[in-house]
Each structure stands twice: as structure tokens, then as C-alpha cells.
Antibody
Framework: QLHLQESGPGMVKPSETLPLTCTVSGGSIRSYYWTWIRQSPGKGLEWIGYVSTSGSTNYNPSLESRVLISIDTSKNQFSLKLNSMTAADTAVYFC???????????WGQGTLVTVSS | QSALTQPASVSGSPGQSITISCTGTNSDIGAYNYVSWYQQHPDKAPKVIIYDVSNRPSGVSNRFSGSKSGNTASLTISGLQTEDEAHYYCSAYVRGSSPYVLFGGGTKVTVL
């Protein structure tokens, strides 16, 4: 059974860059796509972007200028960097496996990131 | 790209059927059969219950069904059970030169 686990700081300061890593176990990262999705407190889901095993990416246009998603197949990990963080970026960040028809079938448990000085 | 439109809440009694709508445009839901539905219980990660408009992943109850007409997708829960009380999100995958994913705002299902 595939398992995904997010890791990173639980708090960042305004204007800083958020670095998150998703470690995939129980299967190989060398196929499918891998995605980040976030959920602000009490709000809905927002797609951030995804990366393929070759490293090609697609991002949410509203976040594209601040986002970088990368993949390290040797470590079975993929990562998110979101810069110029503001309070509006406070959210639970989920990583997930993304199938070509647009479905996220395996999810991490999510990690809460708070932006505060 | 705008978020997909869902009703904020839907309720029903145990055993009843309810339907949640998800409205997009002819550029997203209307253009592709890549609509998924997710169920999310409090403090849990979302779980996919429908993909490609009407397909159920293995292990998902057949009480959940999906359909699409034009720019609107629908999720029907039949034989409503207390454990169905959760938030439900629709999602559309828009293919093309710059693919992207849209989510609906979510619907809270309450079992009365």
C-alpha cells in the first residue's frame, strides 16, 4: 500500500519561503504524477501543482509566480517551495499521487503550515 | 480559471438519497470527462470516491454514484448513512497545453 508523508516547518515568517517534502513509501515514485494541494482553515481545497517523474511541472496560475515543485526519484521524494509567504498561505498542505485523468488517489495526512511573525 | 460551484450544504435522513451538484463551464466540466469527487471527514485527508465522472475506486460503496450533463456534474448518495456525514468536493482536470485542476468549494452533507 502506497504511503505518503509530508515534512517541513510548521511555521514560517511572512515573506519567507516554505519548503515541504513528501516522502513516498510502499511503491516507486518513478511513475504517475505527484501533486501538492492545500486547504486553508475551514475552507476548501486548492490545487497547487504537480510534477512528473521526468521533472516537468504544471502549476495553478494563481500561484505560478511563487511555486517550485521538484522531484528526486533516487530518494522517492518530491518537494514544494512556495516563496513570499503571507498569512493567506496558512493552510494544511497535502501531497498526493496524481493519475492522468485528474484523480488524486493516495494522499498524505497533511501538514499544517502557519505564517506568523 | 474559477472554482467549480457547489451548494454549501445538503442534508437528508438516513436511508434517503441526496444529490450534490457541481457546476463548471464548457471549458472544464463540459469539455472533459475528468470529474472526480472526494469525501473528507474532519481532520482527515480527502478520499476519492468517484473518478472519470462515474467510476468508483475499488472498495468504495456502490451507494455513491456520479454523472454529468453539460457543464454540471452530480454526485448521488443513496441509502444515506450516518458515516456519510462529511464534506464533499468535486474536481475537474482540464487538459490542454497547460493542464490544471479545479476544485469546487465543497458541500457539507448532514445526516439528520
Amino acid at each position: 500500500q502506497l504511503h505518503l508523508q509530508e515534512s517541513g516547518p510548521g511555521m514560517v515568517k511572512p515573506s519567507e519561503t516554505l519548503p515541504l517534502t513528501c516522502t513516498v513509501s510502499g511503491g516507486s515514485i518513478r511513475s504517475y504524477y505527484w501533486t501538492w494541494i492545500r486547504q486553508s482553515p475551514g475552507k476548501g481545497l486548492e490545487w497547487i501543482g504537480y510534477v512528473s517523474t521526468s521533472g516537468s511541472t504544471n502549476y495553478n496560475p494563481s500561484l505560478e509566480s511563487r511555486v517550485l515543485i521538484s522531484i528526486d526519484t533516487s530518494k522517492n521524494q518530491f518537494s514544494l517551495k512556495l516563496n513570499s509567504m503571507t498569512a493567506a498561505d496558512t493552510a494544511v498542505y497535502f501531497c498526493a499521487r496524481f493519475i492522468g485523468s485528474g484523480l488524486a488517489d493516495f494522499w498524505g495526512q497533511g501538514t499544517l503550515v502557519t505564517v506568523s511573525s | 480559471q474559477s472554482a467549480l460551484t457547489q451548494p454549501a450544504s445538503v442534508s437528508g435522513s438516513p436511508g434517503q438519497s441526496i444529490t450534490i451538484s457541481c457546476t463548471g463551464t464548457n471549458s472544464d466540466i463540459g469539455a472533459y470527462n475528468y470529474v472526480s469527487w472526494y469525501q473528507q471527514h474532519p481532520d482527515k485527508a480527502p478520499k476519492v470516491i468517484i473518478y472519470d465522472v462515474s467510476n468508483r475506486p475499488s472498495g468504495v460503496s456502490n451507494r455513491f454514484s456520479g454523472s454529468k450533463s453539460g457543464n454540471t456534474a452530480s454526485l448521488t448518495i443513496s441509502g444515506l448513512q450516518t458515516e456519510d456525514e462529511a464534506h464533499y468536493y468535486c474536481s475537474a482536470y482540464v487538459r490542454g497545453s497547460s493542464p490544471y485542476v479545479l476544485f469546487g468549494g465543497g458541500t457539507k452533507v448532514t445526516v439528520l
